[in-house]
């Protein structure tokens, strides 16, 4: 999903003066450059986060960002970085660059000494985790290099940290699943296409089995699986069916959603608009659909074929729906909804108060996170998909996460804070559904759907390439060429062996 305010271009407020920020330093260095300035930590480089560090004036202030992730990630970008519309790079902007006033240190938030004001940090530099989408178990599971610890005061505490992918505990889920939440994530994605049509186009495979490689499902009905539909059933129109005029017409995308009816963010009309437009697509949605597990190999086989060298070749999926039974599926695309970030189980769980359902970290409308008592830490702050305003229905979305991380900037760049809570404006969203149309949901100005909707979906990213978010002309040229809807680069797609840098 996108947003109306995606037009506004998150730049840093030009407060302050540079500084000369190194690629290295240690604690006592960082303690030294404090200069009688408050020391603010923010924890994640997501939407919140970012934009905080960005926008605090570091005459006032000393921000230090701490994130497994040395890069922020424009996520709206995601679903058509996945299919080869965009370029991975041109949704990546690096923690670390000339305009950057923030430290940053490339790490885990272990712990937190509330009283003390400290954090206890594991390195992250090395994890191979770090650039991957958590699910809400997979901490647990997945093999990890224990990174070396150390601490860090903060006079002002930013917690920021985000959510993981939800997956109700379905059984397979989380091991055969593709997200879509971060860049590797889309690489993922992007290279299991590339394999799923050259196994498909290889002789020795059967016409059944390459039906089975085609079927796509994508399970969540909400606006990033319903743009990443879209955007396959492009690639699939524009060119595949022009690389593999024969293998195009066997490729099937099914949308799944436990709920009965799809974008339920959206009004009634534009949803229905988008079904309509699916159906002409002949991507088929089954809306009241309870998945109950997913598992290599197709259906009737317990476990996926082995090569002869010993990892699994390119073999389908089998998912299970308590209505339909049994399907085979090339790839499964999850997206759900979110779940909670294990930082705040481990590490505040019974000092901060959570939500009831969410278990985000619930906050006033100063965005001060509240004890479990009900009262108010004076100096700890909880923006993003992690936190709750206590009382407010906010979405735990970008548009949300951005308009927090401004509002605490500012007011805490003033010195005002008591002065008035923040209040959430919704600037709109959209969500494309394929072949040039979009919806469009405004605040009072009117929906809008088809091609002008589309227009303005991809306007929004256009003057985005001519601000600062993207300030490279390299970046500039790559989010313009797409646009022309001429998709020609993807004659040259390959799997890739050397992921793109965010710098």
Same mark, same amino acid.
């Given at each position: ?112 000494? #509330? $009283?003390? @004001? ?5 390195? &992250? /530099? ?9 699910? +809400? !178990? ?68 059967? #016409? $059944?089995? @390459? ?5 796509? &499902? /994508? ?9 990443? +539909? !879209? ?69 009737? $086989? ?202």
């Amino acid at each position: 999903m996108s947003s109306l305010w995606s037009a506004k271009l998150l730049t840093s407020n030009g407060a302050g003066y540079p500084l000369d920020i190194g690629r290295s330093i240690s604690i006592q260095e960082l303690d030294q450059q404090r200069d009688g300035r408050e020391r603010v930590v923010v924890l994640g480089s997501g939407w919140a986060g970012f934009t905080l560090s960005r926008e605090l004036d570091t005459r006032k202030f000393q921000p230090v960002v701490v994130s497994p992730r040395s890069y922020f990630v424009f996520t709206p970008l995601l679903a058509s970085t996945s299919t080869g519309t965009l370029e991975f790079r041109t949704a990546l902007e690096p923690i670390r660059s000339r305009r950057a006033k923030a430290q940053f240190f490339q790490g885990w938030a272990d712990a937190v000494d #509330l $009283e003390k @004001k400290t954090l206890s940090i594991e390195e &992250a /530099v090395e994890d191979p985790m770090q650039q991957s989408d958590m699910t +809400s !178990a997979k901490t647990k599971d997945a093999p990890k290099k224990k990174g070396k610890m150390f601490s860090m005061s903060y006079d002002k505490l930013i917690i920021s940290v985000g959510c993981y992918s939800q997956t109700f505990g379905t059984p397979g889920v989380k091991e055969h699943a593709y997200f879509l939440k971060d860049i590797s994530d889309a690489r993922k994605i992007r290279n299991r296409l590339l394999s799923l049509f050259e196994t498909a186009a290889l002789p020795t495979t059967s #016409l $059944e089995t @390459k039906k089975q490689l085609l079927n796509l &499902a /994508v399970v969540g009905g909400g606006p990033t699986g319903i743009e990443w +539909s !879209a955007e396959f059933h492009d690639l699939i129109a524009e060119d595949m069916a022009k690389l593999y005029p024969d293998l195009a017409k066997l490729a099937k995308i099914t949308v799944y959603d436990v709920a009965p009816t799809v974008l339920s963010m959206f009004d009634e009309k534009l949803a229905r608009y988008a079904m309509k437009t699916f159906k002409r697509q002949g991507i088929e949605i089954l809306t009241s659909h309870k998945v109950k597990s997913l598992r290599p190999g197709p259906p009737g $086989e317990r476990s996926a074929h082995q090569s002869d060298d010993g990892p699994p070749t390119t073999t389908p999926y089998t998912l299970d729906t308590q209505e339909d039974g049994e399907v085979a599926v090339g790839m499964c695309v999850w997206s759900t909804g979110l779940a909670v970030n294990p930082f705040i189980e481990k590490a505040l769980a019974g000092h901060v108060k959570q939500h009831d359902r969410s278990h985000g970290i619930l906050t006033n409308d100063r965005l001060r996170v509240k004890r479990s008592d009900d009262s108010i830490m004076s100096d700890v702050y909880a923006l993003g998909d992690c936190a709750v305003l206590e009382g407010s229905s906010y979405p735990a979305t970008a548009q949300v996460a951005n308009q927090k991380a401004r509002w605490l900037a500012k007011r805490l760049n003033k010195g005002d804070i008591e002065a008035k809570g923040f209040t959430y404006k919704d600037l709109g969203v959209m969500a494309y559904v394929g072949n040039w149309n979009a919806i469009v949901q405004t605040n009072g100005t009117g929906d809008i759907s088809g091609r002008l909707a589309w227009l303005i979906w991809r306007g929004a990213y256009l003057a985005k390439s001519a601000g600062k978010l993207f300030v490279r002309a390299r970046r500039q040229s790559l989010l313009k060429q797409p646009h022309s809807r001429s998709r020609t680069r993807r004659l040259e797609i390959s799997e890739e062996s050397t992921p793109d840098k965010a710098g």
